[in-house]
């Protein structure tokens, strides 16, 4: 089982931009991004294949950014204009046994991955 771990979470201002990375401890294919608010169920935020095919959660596109170093299994979620709804625990999920779903919109979908990490806290005050 690949290990994932998150980093850079932490307490920014509406507005401020934020970068969470997660390192996976074996080679992992597409790798995602959730997120959960207090209360909340857990959501989709972005997903990137291991070639760079990316999907957005509709609500996100153009503020959120994934991207990936797959020589260092490194994901990485840049949030930017960030807003005190964007707070939450972001949870990186990895796939490591099919790269392509049979549709796009699986990489969405918690049950596509089969390893998560414990999670990085996104705090943003107003």
């Known amino acids: 089982q690949v290990q994932l771990v998150e980093s850079g979470g932490g307490l920014v201002q509406a507005g401020d931009s934020l970068r969470v990375s997660c390192v996976a401890s074996?080679?992992?294919?597409?790798m995602g991004w959730f997120r959960q608010a207090p209360g909340k169920q857990r959501e989709f935020v972005a997903a990137?294949?291991?070639?760079?095919?990316?999907l957005y959660a509709d609500s996100l596109k153009g503020r959120f950014t994934i991207s990936r170093d797959n020589a260092k299994n490194t994901v990485f979620l840049q949030m930017d204009s960030l807003k005190p709804d964007d707070t939450a625990v972001y949870y990186c999920?990895?796939?490591?046994?099919?790269?392509?779903?049979?549709?796009?919109?699986?990489?969405?979908?918690?049950?596509?991955?089969?390893?998560w990490g414990q999670g990085t806290q996104v705090t943003v005050s107003s």
């Open positions: 990137s294949t291991s070639s760079g095919s990316t």
């Open positions: 074996g080679r992992t294919f597409s």
């Open positions: 999920a990895g796939n490591s046994r099919v790269d392509y779903p049979i549709a796009t919109i699986d990489l969405s979908r918690r049950w596509f991955y089969n390893s």
